[in-house]
């Protein structure tokens, strides 16, 4: 990208000095209702012109661009503003799958109690040996 700016910048600079050159004769100009003349060079007038120009065209490309550059404003807040809804419901889904895992963690928990205690209740049904009996 350097080297196309050299390759663009150097023969239009080459141009205008060679324009410059060859126009150093002065010209008056004067504005119509002021009493007054102003003696100046040719390529001087030539020059402010072509930079007024310029000028009046990178505004007029600006000015144009504010519908897009305006529409980029609000797509680009409204954007912020989903990411942030988004997070939001991210961070709350976190929470219900973490509180559905708890449920679960829960519901085993309380699954091998309850499997614990019938195994307890059918070792206290069973009849105990004679033996076992003796000994106590």
């Given at each position: 990208m350097r080297h196309l700016s050299w390759i663009l910048t150097v023969p239009i600079a080459l141009v205008v000095?060679?324009?410059?050159?060859?126009?150093?004769?002065?010209?008056?100009l004067t504005l119509w209702p002021l009493?007054?003349?102003?003696?100046?060079?040719?390529f001087s007038i030539g020059l402010v012109a072509l930079t007024i120009g310029f000028f009046a065209g990178?505004?007029?490309?600006?000015?144009?661009?504010g519908h897009h550059r305006r529409?980029?404003?609000r797509r680009r807040s409204r954007l912020a503003a989903v990411?942030?809804?988004?997070a939001t419901l991210r961070?709350?889904?976190?929470?219900?799958?973490?509180?559905?895992?708890?449920?679960q963690e829960a519901a085993r928990i309380t699954a091998a109690a309850d499997a614990s205690d019938r195994a307890a209740r059918r070792e206290a049904a069973k009849p105990k040996p004679l033996a076992a009996l003796d000994a106590s």
């Amino acid at each position: 990208m350097r080297h196309l700016s050299w390759i663009l910048t150097v023969p239009i600079a080459l141009v205008v000095v060679s324009f410059a050159i060859s126009n150093r004769e002065t010209a008056e100009l004067t504005l119509w209702p002021l009493p007054f003349a102003l003696p100046v060079p040719v390529f001087s007038i030539g020059l402010v012109a072509l930079t007024i120009g310029f000028f009046a065209g990178g505004f007029i490309a600006w000015w144009s661009g504010g519908h897009h550059r305006r529409l980029a404003r609000r797509r680009r807040s409204r954007l912020a503003a989903v990411e942030s809804e988004l997070a939001t419901l991210r961070a709350r889904l976190g929470e219900t799958e973490q509180a559905k895992a708890k449920e679960q963690e829960a519901a085993r928990i309380t699954a091998a109690a309850d499997a614990s205690d019938r195994a307890a209740r059918r070792e206290a049904a069973k009849p105990k040996p004679l033996a076992a009996l003796d000994a106590s």
